[in-house]
């Protein structure tokens, strides 16, 4: 195999990178830090050739694009503001359950009949009629701001880059309204700030994204494999419980009727045992109770490995468009 390693950027510090570590234990696969925690570059235990990049979000997203780490994880507003087209340069292969926030406009309480997008163009106009000059738009999120704005009509206003706490701009007399990240709300409120009605341009969280211009030599792909088959299982087993039910005679027709719900992993003259989805156990059970079982056992699973690996799956289809648009350009 070649000496090159497969290499995953993770956020370099805060709540995202204790998150991350998190994930990436349930999966199996500790991160570790043999130089100690100021190191940017560690492992995976137990799997070799793997290396980690310890990098800032905001650099995930650019290193993805430029194919110089494989996988990454970051947020879908990072990939959205930082690449013009991200689908063409990255794949975002499953979303990880934490980092979750909206990249939002908002505007001041104080403007009681300002509610949607439509009103901010009125509110551009009347800027521009009155005072002379056009509405200011604090904001870090430049290209997204842009693109959401040009999508309803609005062209009459200016962007204010913030570098600090765009929600006080407003009261600091920078700007008029804001485009900024926000998880409760609590934040904007506190700057008497609220969120139009149309006004989310993202939802985002965490994402485990892979990149279309990394090296995916087929030693690549092969550690490609080996991670992604973790994370499923893991996934699998977090979302499915194993139910094992005992019947006092034989197994009824109810229980290959149940087993419709998910699959029968084993099966014996007086017993089955099923692999479901959690959200259909309670309505599973009742129906095996109803008819014949006496006793019904659910339990939790570390992983669920299997032939199956659509994470995997997914990575080979993105690369495969990525090369037939390749071909198609050099054509």
Known sequence: ????????????KGRLQENTFAFFARAGMPIIQPRGARDYRGAVKGLDGIEIAF??????????????????????????EQLAEPAAKVEMLAPLGFGHANVVVAVPE?????????????VAAD???RKQRRLRVATKYVNLTRRFFKKHGIADYRIVESLGATEGAPAAGTAEIIVDITTTGATLAANALKVLDDGTMLKSEANLVASLQADWSPDMLERARSVLA??????????????????????SEAARV????????AEGPQEVTLFLPKDRVAETADTLLRHGAERVLVSEVDYAFSIENPLFDKLNQALDGRRIADLRAIA
């Open 258 to 265: 149940a087993a419709q719900n998910g699959r029968i992993l």
């Open 55 to 80: 990098l800032s979000a905001s650099e995930i997203a650019g290193e993805l694009a430029r194919g110089a780490v494989h996988f990454g994880v970051t947020g879908a507003d990072l990939l959205h």
């Open 230 to 251: 973790r994370i499923h299982a893991e996934e699998e087993a977090r979302s499915h419980r194993r139910v094992a039910a005992y019947f006092g005679g034989p197994v």
């Open 127 to 129: 800027f521009r009629h």
């Open 1 to 12: 195999m070649t000496d090159a390693p497969l290499t995953i950027g993770i956020p370099s």
């Open 110 to 122: 104080a403007w009681i009949d300002v509610h949607d997008m439509a009103d901010i163009e009125e």
